[in-house]
Nanobody
C-alpha cells in the first residue's frame, strides 16, 4: 500500500511564500521510479497540473507559476517539495501530490493540503 501525505499548506498574504512537502510511505514504494507532481483544485474549477518532476529530474511548470514555484525531490527521503514564492490570491486551492509510473500506470494521490492566499 502506498500513501502520499501532503503538509505545509496554510494561510499567507499575497507576496508571501510557502513550502509544501509530500511524504510517501510504503515498504515496496520506490519513489525514484515515479514521476512526481503537484496539482491543485480551486473551488468550482477542475484539478490542474502545477508542476512535475521526472525520474531523471527534469521539471515542468504550468505557465501561471513559472518563475515563482520550484519543484524538487529527495528520493532517499521519499519526499517531493513545492517551494511557492510570490504567492497570489489566484493560487488559492487545495494542492495534491501525485505519483505516476508510466510502465504500470500506477497512479497515487495524496489527500490534499489547503493553500489560501489573501490579498
Amino acid at each position: 500500500q502506498v500513501h502520499l501525505v501532503e503538509s505545509g499548506g496554510g494561510l499567507v498574504q499575497a507576496g508571501g511564500s510557502l513550502r509544501l512537502s509530500c511524504a510517501a510511505s510504503g515498504s515496496v514504494f520506490s519513489m525514484s521510479i515515479y514521476k512526481m507532481g503537484w496539482y491543485r483544485q480551486a473551488p468550482g474549477k477542475q484539478r490542474e497540473s502545477v508542476a512535475d518532476i521526472t525520474t531523471g529530474g527534469s521539471t515542468n511548470y504550468a505557465d501561471s507559476v513559472k518563475g515563482r514555484f520550484t519543484i524538487s525531490r529527495d528520493n532517499g527521503r521519499k519526499t517531493v517539495y513545492l517551494q511557492m514564492d510570490n504567492l497570489k490570491p489566484e493560487d488559492t486551492a487545495v494542492y495534491y501530490c501525485n505519483a505516476f509510473r508510466w510502465s504500470t500506470d500506477a497512479n497515487y494521490w495524496g489527500q490534499g493540503t489547503q493553500v489560501t492566499v489573501s490579498s
